[in-house]
């Protein structure tokens, strides 16, 4: 969403983790013109500087906007019922094979028409907002026809135009099977690379192109032909891989240079190379974790030896994940996965940034666009230590400080 230019504000005393590091004395922060026009430790600011300026906070902690670098946030109906059997002892897969699971909520999605849709969507959104959100990426992946997919990706951009937030948008055209092409997977992929991913591109509605390679969805096989037709439309590569299972589908998203990897409980220790030579970005989610009481852990030391970038979404679906608090999942990061609440900061800052191929965002620093939150904690830390709604007290979008 673009805004007209905001003045010159001025912040003093705040805490500053500016993405990767907390700085070590208390900062004064200068924007302009929807940048960051300055950033000086204590006492080191010139207050002539200080001139014409609005005084906008002072005091508590301030972080870059968070990032949310995987949602399906755009989706109708709700699958609580299979969380109750799910408690009772039926697995994600067993459901799924079953025609539920994410089937459940395409037939739910592809009924309802794109006012439905964002009605549905933009409380869930609020919810990120509320939380320190500025940027978030929104699948498609419910509609599985290229109608009802181009409908998913024009409510997400709508979404991006009726609130202060950067949305980016990502094809997910092969998340499941439809029933109408049961046992014809292959003649569903050539649709999904010869039908949506071409009318995606012509429309401008995808910046990405992501798949669910797994047993219950595509095989590594076919995941390829979806790589391959994303790059002959210029379009970035992501990838759920290794959430149940060890397919090499990480692997083969970094020979494509994916972005990102996501999920990867399963991802051995060949992966983790695979990511760190080709620059991809580890995505953890804890909050899938969590809700399918999963127990096989993703391998966070192995990606910290080889210094795969790490990070953290809120994966906000009907399904696995149905949490919309980022704050939650660094807590969720820091007690599952043993993350540090540094690297948890980090995850939904700058390597979440990093994830949608927009390092641009995610760091506070000269230059940078001014997305930023000021949180009432007394240190960067205390956002992943206690799971707490409410302490946000400004958001900071462009320049401009809005919560919504
Ligand atoms: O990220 N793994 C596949 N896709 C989603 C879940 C989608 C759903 O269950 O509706 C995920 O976990
Ligand atoms: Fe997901």
């Not at 013109?33 to 207050?47: C, I, N, Y």
């Not at 094809?171 to 049961?182: I, S, V």
């Not at 014809?184 to 429309?203: G, H, N």
């Not at 679906?317 to 999942?329: A, E, Q, R």
């Amino acid at each position: 969403m673009s805004l007209s230019p905001q003045p010159r504000r001025l912040w003093r005393d705040v805490i500053l983790f500016d993405g990767l590091q907390v700085q070590p004395t208390p900062m004064t922060v200068l924007v302009e013109g929807g940048q960051v026009a300055g950033l000086w430790p204590q006492g080191a600011f010139d207050e002539r500087l200080a001139v014409g300026a609005s005084e906008s906070g002072r005091g508590g902690v301030m972080t870059p906007g968070l990032v949310d670098c995987h949602t399906h946030l755009v989706y109708a109906g709700n699958r609580a019922a299979e969380f109750e059997q799910r408690l009772e002892g039926v697995s994600y897969s067993e459901i799924a094979q079953a025609g539920g699971g994410i089937l459940s909520t395409v037939r739910a999605t592809r009924a309802a028409s794109e006012e439905q849709l964002i009605v549905a969507s933009l409380p869930r959104l609020d919810a990120l907002l509320a939380d320190g959100v500025t940027t978030l990426e929104i699948k498609s992946g419910y509609g599985l026809t290229v109608a009802d997919e181009l409908k998913m990706l024009r409510v997400a951009r709508r979404l991006g135009e009726l609130r202060p937030v950067r949305v980016l948008t990502t094809l997910l055209g092969a998340h499941a099977l439809p029933p109408e092409y049961a046992g014809r997977a292959d003649d569903y992929i050539s649709l999904v690379c010869e039908e949506m991913i071409p009318a995606a591109a012509a429309e401008g509605l995808a910046d990405a192109v992501d798949v669910f390679c797994e047993g219950i969805a595509f095989s590594p096989a076919q995941c390829e032909r979806v790589f391959q037709a994303a790059q002959r439309h210029g379009l970035a590569i992501k990838a759920h891989a290794e959430q149940l299972s060890n397919l090499g589908g990480s692997a083969l998203a970094a020979r494509y240079g994916a972005l990102s990897a996501d999920h990867i409980e399963y991802l051995d220790e060949a992966g983790v190379q695979a990511l760190a030579a080709a620059g991809t970005v580890a995505v953890l989610l804890p909050g899938a974790f969590h809700c399918l009481r999963e127990t096989q852990l993703p391998p966070i030391d192995l990606l910290r030896q080889y210094g795969v970038p790490m990070a953290l979404a809120s994966d906000a679906n009907p399904g696995t994940s149905p949490i919309c608090m980022p704050t939650l999942m660094a807590n969720l990061a820091c007690s599952l996965f043993r993350l540090t609440p540094r690297e948890a900061l980090a995850g939904m800052t700058a390597h979440a940034a990093r994830a949608l191929g927009r390092p641009d965002l995610g760091r506070i620093e000269v230059g940078a666009p001014a997305d930023l939150c000021l949180w009432d904690v007394q240190q960067p830390a205390e956002l992943a230590y206690a799971v707490q709604p409410g302490r946000l007290r400004q958001r900071i979008f462009n320049g401009a400080i809005s919560y919504r």
